[in-house]
Structures are given as C-alpha cells and as structure tokens.
C-alpha cells in the first residue's frame, strides 16, 4: 500500500481518516488497480479488456489537487493491489502518500519516474527547456506507448492466469496508438521528424510531436485532461479525436 509519510500531529487523524474510510467504503475485490486520471485509466481498462475493469481515484482534476484522497479514494487505494498515477508533480493528493518502489513491489506504479518528460520552455528563451516537465505525457502517442510497456508487465504480474490476454491486449494497444500518431500526422500535415526546439504552447506535447504552426489552442488545452467524459476503454481514443479536430480548425 502507500505508505504514509507524515509527521506532523495530524498522523493520528490521517491514520484514523484511512481506517474510516476502508470500513465504510470499501472498494470491490475485483478492482485489483486504481488509476490516477481518466486518460490514464483508459489505456489501462485497454490492457484489461476482457480480464478485469481498473477504478479511477479521480472523477474531476480538483480531486487531484487535495492535500490527502478523499475517504472514498483512500478505500480504493488500500484495497487495490497496484496503484497506477503519473507522479507527485501531477497528483498532489496521492504526492502525500510515500508509494513502494514499484521495482519490488505492484502497488505504487509511479511513470513519471521513467518516461520522458517535456520540459516548459524558459521565459527568458522559448527555444530553451525551464526543466519544469509537462506530466502529461499521454497527449503525444509515443510516449502513451512508453507507457503502455511498462504498465502492460506489472499487471501481467497482478494477473498470472491472464497473461495471453494482457500481452495481445498491449500489442493491439500499441498499434492503435501507432495508427492514431499516423493519423495526427496527415491530419495536421505534419512532415517526419521531431522539430529539435521546445515551443511556447499551451499544449507543450502536441505542438513538439506534430510541429503546429498555431502551438496555443485553448479549445484544445481545455480537453488534455478531458474529465467531463465517461471513464473507460474509449475515453483516450475519444478524448485525442475531440483535440485533433480543435487543432485543425485552430491552425486555420
């Protein structure tokens, strides 16, 4: 489980918060894995098509921002046996929680820690990384598949009696994600290759990845995180659809 880490006089209360909650709002025992955020959670429910359905911690990104989970999140948290979130620069409601180093252990799966992030670009110089890193990360596909490889082996772990089914689940994952960049691509007319420069931009991975000549689209920044959709298998395909055609008509 996340180990708590605080030592202030509030230790108590939290410990009792957590007890309240697994005894009044414990979550199913099929939901062996939470996931963070709703994006996240789509390619997970992708991975476990036909083995299992993953629950989601947060319904709306304010849940995110809290100083500890609300009582019914710590009751998945506890009861799940992997934890998956992107990492404490992104969820602040779980950065108060000290996960296991999920090398040993499925409960915290924290990606943050091994995926490649985007840096903002300095304000004294666009062209130049602030090292202040954009955490999400699934808006450019590639890294969706960076993600999908590492999340896909620990829940073959979690699933020992599902393996087939997760690894053709992963294959047939990261050939959608494939064919959605390609779609991007021709959509946006955008040439083969990464531009080398980091630009200004409200959507930081979609303009690098797909070198938009227009790198601030409001209408599409308000969907990256895309909260007010249904969780499931299709939130994530549905979610990049919705900024794709936002971003066409903003490169107009």
Not at 1 to 9: A, D, H, Q
Not at 24 to 32: C, D, H, K
Not at 88 to 115: C, H, M, Q, R, Y
Request: proline share 8%; hydrophobic share 45%.
């Amino acid at each position: 489980m996340f180990k708590r880490s605080f030592k202030t006089p509030l230790t108590g209360l939290f410990t009792l918060i957590v007890s309240t909650a697994c005894a009044l709002s414990p979550a199913s025992a099929a939901e062996r894995v939470a996931v963070s955020v709703a994006p996240l959670h789509s390619l997970v429910s992708n991975l476990l098509a036909g083995v299992d359905e993953p629950t989601l911690l947060f319904a709306n990104p304010k849940q995110r921002h809290n100083v500890v989970p609300e009582h019914s999140e710590l009751a998945k948290i506890d009861s799940a046996k992997m934890v998956v979130w992107v990492g404490p620069g992104f969820e602040t409601a779980l950065a108060n929680l000290k996960t296991i180093d999920p090398a040993v252990s499925l409960k915290g799966l924290t990606l943050s820690s091994s995926t490649p992030l985007l840096g903002a670009p300095d304000a004294n110089n666009p062209h130049r990384s602030s090292g202040i890193a954009d955490m999400r990360f699934w808006l450019d596909p590639r890294l969706a598949k960076v993600a999908v490889g590492r999340i896909a082996p620990n829940l073959v772990r979690l699933y020992p009696d599902h393996v087939e089914q997760i690894l053709d689940n992963e294959i047939d994952l990261k050939k959608r994600l494939m064919k959605m960049e390609h779609h991007f691509r021709h959509a946006l007319d955008t040439p083969i290759g990464v531009p080398l420069d980091v630009p200004k931009s409200d959507i930081l991975y979609l303009a690098w990845r797909f070198n938009l000549n227009v790198p601030n689209c409001p209408t599409a920044a308000a969907k990256v995180d895309h909260f007010s959709a249904a969780p499931g298998r299709k939130h994530y395909f549905q979610m990049m659809d919705a900024i794709l055609a936002d971003l066409k008509a903003c490169q107009i």
